[in-house]
């Protein structure tokens, strides 16, 4: 008889391709259930469910959890939290880990943000006393109940799915728990062979610095603007994607970028198509990835193959798992000593043969294969 499974997920890029490459392994019987109803923004699969979280269809759809073998909850946000503890689940429960609803919602103090995006943010979000205090207040009363929640969660969780073993140890550093480090990682949208024709060696003399990813605070991108500001004598350019995140804060990293380097600095504002954005870091020679969390993973996959150099804190834990694959990335710190450099050809070719390897749809593939035989 096979192995019947529950997936509860996001409307997320990522899970057409996770629910296309499960179906083709043939391995145990899947219900998927998209926590939204349709339409959806990301997920096309005819085979995805689709009901609002804590509504009577979703809880219909369901109807008794303890039928399904394993409950697979990808990103084990609060709200979904909340209803596996209400809902006393018998089975086993897998957490298939996205990032932030332990970056975020775990109540412990994990400082995605460095000093200087914090004090932004402070001055972004600053009303009035009463409303700082009250901020205050509810911030410690919300992480109390996040610690509380994750520990119960935790109790009942028996593997963890995630490609990066640090944060998995991360995890165990706040929360005891007995799950199991199951490695795994959703596809992603990058295809190698395609990606060849993008590849080319620096031409121009003017150095291009892409910063960040995104417009999330977590990209900590002012410390390195007040880095990047006392080299204003070198020959530079920063590119700076923020089509999407904070927009209070994107408004004030736009600000401060040109306020600190005038035409020097520029923005991304909008969607681009992939070939479009593909065109923009071919351009580029330099990468910073300024994250403190696994983050931007695959922006960094791309860049890292298209011969750039990418600089990240060594502490993340995306970059101390590259590290181990024997990667060759770069601390933030050694920026200004190596950022002029470019990346030598031994050390392109080793990054991109990593990377293909490591990060291909077969290797995917063979993972999701290795997570349903558990």
Known sequence: MQETLLHIMPDDKFIDAFIKQTIKLGI????????KARPFKYVTSDLANGFDLLTTEFREFIGDINRFD????HNMDFQIGDWLIVNKIKREIIWVFFGSEFYYQSGVPLKVYDAVTRKVLGEIGRRNVFIAIKKQYESFTRNRFLRNQKKRLLSQVSHIYHYNKYDFELVGKYFRHNA????????LDVDFSYLDKFVKPRVNPQITILLGNSGDPSNNHVSMMNSLEKMKGNDFQIIAPLSYGNTEYIKRLNTIGHEKFGKKFSSISNYMSYDKYLGVLSNVDVGIMNHRRSQAMGNIITLLYLGKKVFMQSTNP????????????????????????????????????????????????????NTLNE
Do not use: C, M, W
């Open 70 to 73: 394993r409950v697979l909850i």
């Open 28 to 35: 145990g019987k899947h219900t998927f259930l998209i926590r």
């Open 318 to 369: 995306a970059y101390l798992f590259l590290v181990d694959l024997g990667v060759r990335v770069f601390d933030v710190l050694a920026f200004e000593r190596e950022f002029r450099k470019p990346l030598d050809n031994e050390s392109i070719l080793n990054n991109q043969g990593i990377i293909a390897n490591s990060f291909s749809h077969s290797r995917a593939q063979e993972l999701i294969k």
């Open 180 to 187: 199991k480090f199951v490695p795994f990682f959703y596809t």
